[in-house]
T-cell receptor, first 113, second 112 residues
Framework: GAVVSQHPSWVICKSGTSVKIECRSL??????MFWYRQFPKQSLMLMAT?????????EQGVEKDKFLINHASLTLSTLTVTSAHPEDSSFYIC?????????FGQGTRLTVV | DQQVKQNSPSLSVQEGRISILNCDYT??????FLWYKKYPAEGPTFLIS?????DKNEDGRFTVFLNKSAKHLSLHIVPSQPGDSAVYFC???????????FGGGTRLMVKP
């Protein structure tokens, strides 16, 4: 199947710093990518839809100034968690649709200390 | 309002037996359903899907059944293997390839 590469797989950062997470579609072009967040023992919650060449669409309750999304090319979308706080600690996963399926990155475990 | 629900947070099955994971949805606009398997600290991996025009789709040990009138789908794994132990998410889409709405997940434990 298609491959979506996400990195870093885990990151620990200090409170107040920013963290960038990259999501790449390796063997196909993705005009759309989705960013999800998963809290422990909970489901995957859609945060935003990243669109190549245009602004991202954020779900209700997600702060767009805190979670900056850039989709500069057809194979790369980035999520930057700005001024991270401990409550932002979570598992972040990107996904790119291809035909009738969606392929997921490996996920990024963010821990803010 | 949870549009996709997996009411069983966990399921324990003996190796070799059948595992049945259930999922209910409320949005009648959903027309495509998928099952994903997820190990800890990894992204979900696609297992099997079904379009609303079908009521069954089979792939090896995995079979998904869809009951549109009941807005219910289930994933059958037979025979279950210890390597199947993971969290299983059902997901629904109103447009193939569009964003997915996930259920809460069911943790399957297959005992040797």
């Amino acid at each position: 199947g298609a491959v979506v590469s996400q990195h870093p797989s885990w990151v620990i950062c200090k409170s107040g710093t920013s963290v960038k997470i990259e999501c790449r579609s390796l063997d196909f072009q993705a005009t759309t990518m989705f960013w999800y967040r998963q809290f422990p023992k909970q489901s995957l919650m859609l945060m935003a839809t990243s669109n190549e060449g245009s602004k991202a669409t954020y779900e209700q309750g997600v702060e767009k100034d805190k979670f900056l999304i850039n989709h500069a090319s057809l194979t790369l979308s980035t999520l930057t968690v700005t001024s991270a706080h401990p409550e932002d600690s979570s598992f972040y996963i990107c996904s790119a649709p291809l035909q009738v399926e969606a392929f997921f990155g490996q996920g990024t475990r963010l821990t803010v200390v | 309002d949870q549009q996709v629900k997996q009411n069983s947070p966990s399921l324990s099955v003996q190796e070799g037996r059948i595992s049945i994971l259930n999922c209910d949805y409320t949005n009648s606009m959903f027309d495509y359903f998928l099952w994903y398997k997820k190990y800890p600290a990894e992204g979900p991996t696609f297992l099997i899907s079904i379009s609303s025009i079908k009521d069954k789709n089979e792939d090896g040990r995995f079979t998904v059944f869809l009951n549109k009138s009941a807005k219910h789908l289930s994933l059958h794994i037979v025979p279950s293997q210890p390597g199947d132990s993971a969290v299983y998410f059902c997901a629904a889409s109103g447009d193939a390839g569009n964003m997915l709405t996930f259920g809460g997940g069911t943790r399957l434990m297959v005992k040797p």
